[in-house]
């Protein structure tokens, strides 16, 4: 009887640690990417590029009052994708990625619908123990599209009556 007990509290002393490991480390890396829609479709395409320089927030409010409580920015690296840290564990706070600005002029004007995306950002009784995000990828639409444009969404679209 003492050994399974001594067994069981050996056991207890080397799973305790693991479980309490997620909320002790409550940092997460959110990554996604920014882009231009170069034919103002609503969505990526062959010809859509990411755009290098985009700032990008982080942006969190409290469930019940809708007040921020949680607030950073990143940038887009060369390939259009951006990585923020988030030191801190949001737990049931309402969190999102959102578009600040883009570099070119003519490519800022965000895409309704594609200018956030939600993110979950805690441990706290969810069951996701990593701690890389990803977010949807996010878009601005370009003051005039492609002249390649109405051929290529006559293909993507070409199921479509």
Same mark, same amino acid.
């Given at each position: 009887?003492?050994?399974?007990?001594?067994?069981?509290?050996?056991?207890?002393? =080397?799973?305790?640690?693991?479980?309490?490991?997620?909320?002790?480390?409550?940092?997460?890396?959110?990554? !996604?990417?920014?882009?231009?829609?170069?034919? &103002?479709?609503?969505?990526?395409?062959?010809?859509?590029?990411?755009?290098?320089?985009?700032?990008?927030?982080?942006?969190?409010?409290?469930?019940?009052?809708?007040?921020?409580?949680?607030?950073?920015?990143?940038?887009?690296?060369?390939? !259009?994708?951006?990585?923020?840290?988030?030191? /801190?564990?949001?737990?049931?706070?309402?969190?999102?990625?959102?578009?600040?600005?883009?570099?070119?002029?003519?490519?800022?004007?965000?895409? &309704?619908?594609?200018?956030?995306? =939600?993110?979950?950002?805690?441990?706290?009784?969810?069951?996701?123990? /990593? /701690?890389?995000?990803?977010? /949807?990828?996010?878009?601005?639409?370009?003051?005039?599209?492609?002249?390649?444009?109405? !051929?290529?969404?006559?293909?993507?679209?070409?199921?479509?009556?």
């Amino acid at each position: 009887m003492a050994t399974r007990v001594l067994l069981l509290m050996a056991l207890s002393l =080397s799973i305790l640690p693991l479980l309490l490991l997620p909320v002790a480390t409550a940092q997460f890396h959110v990554k !996604g990417s920014v882009y231009c829609d170069t034919c &103002r479709a609503g969505f990526e395409t062959n010809v859509t590029f990411y755009i290098e320089g985009a700032r990008v927030g982080i942006r969190c409010q409290d469930r019940k009052t809708m007040d921020i409580t949680f607030y950073t920015e990143g940038v887009t690296d060369s390939t !259009g994708t951006y990585d923020i840290v988030i030191k /801190n564990d949001q737990y049931d706070h309402i969190c999102r990625s959102v578009l600040v600005s883009s570099p070119l002029p003519w490519c800022n004007t965000p895409d &309704r619908g594609r200018d956030t995306s =939600s993110i979950v950002l805690t441990h706290y009784e969810n069951g996701v123990v /990593n /701690n890389l995000h990803y977010a /949807n990828a996010m878009g601005y639409l370009k003051d005039e599209p492609l002249t390649q444009c109405p !051929g290529l969404l006559k293909y993507y679209l070409s199921d479509i009556e």
